[in-house]
């Protein structure tokens, strides 16, 4: 599994993008990467991954360096409800979880 | 997306006891799922893989004849941790891939396990 490298913590205003940063520089190139956040207490919940195209949905967007030794997850505009803490994983179907980022979003 | 539960969701046993712990994939079938364990303040670490009709497989370092892992159906593994120990203590989540490509994890809410 890719050894991951993310900030400890990150503060947002609500309502402004958030972007989120991971260096994976040993990723495989046939590994996916994924992010998945985690509110206290509570089971992790995924949120986007990606290969090497950078990818959309409803939740998030992921932009994947074209060596894809790192990449951002985007919140695009923070809410309260996205405080939580944000891995970035570089793996096959098994994930092997960082420290992560504790993504605090200020009112 | 796919919902995965556990039960029970906190549970409070005495030293030297067991306990089971289940999982199951609510609208979706699992051939695999994961069990990790998570302290408090720390992150998730994988304990064993789960596999229906096979035994588990156990990362480094999980005694496998503490934490016993029966995947019995498509959708339901269980987690049982015998002669359970203070140290024992903590938060066990698991999860089951899901999606075309089985890339998508979807995690259970987990169960918090206190051993008096």
């Known amino acids: 599994d890719a050894k991951t490298t993310q900030p400890n913590s990150m503060e947002s205003n609500e309502e402004e993008p958030v972007h989120l940063p991971c260096n994976h520089s040993t990723i495989s190139g046939t590994d996916y990467i994924h992010w998945y956040r985690q509110l206290p207490s509570q089971g992790p919940e995924y949120v986007i991954h990606g290969l090497t195209s950078n990818v959309n949905n409803r939740m998030a967007s992921l932009a994947i360096a074209e060596d894809r030794k790192s990449s951002t997850l985007i919140l695009h505009r923070a809410t309260l409800r996205d405080a939580a803490v944000y891995y970035c994983?570089?793996?096959?179907?098994?994930?092997?979880f960082g420290s992560g980022t504790q993504l605090t979003v200020l009112p | 997306g796919a919902v995965v539960s556990q039960h029970p969701s906190r549970v409070i046993c005495k030293s030297g006891t067991s306990v089971k712990i289940e999982c199951r994939s609510l609208d979706f079938q699992a051939t695999t799922m994961f069990w990790y364990r998570q302290f408090p303040k720390q992150s998730l670490m994988l304990m064993a893989t789960s596999n229906e009709g096979s035994k588990a497989t156990y990362e480094q370092g999980v005694e496998k004849d503490k934490f016993l892992i029966n995947h019995a159906s498509l959708t339901l593994s269980t987690l049982t941790v015998t002669s359970a120990h203070p140290e024992d203590s903590s938060f066990y989540i698991c999860?089951?891939?899901?999606?075309?490509?089985?890339?998508?994890?979807?995690f259970g809410p987990g169960t918090r396990l206190t051993v008096t």
């Open positions: 999860s089951a891939p899901w999606g075309t490509e089985l890339y998508e994890q979807y």
């Open positions: 994983l570089g793996s096959a179907r098994q994930l092997t």
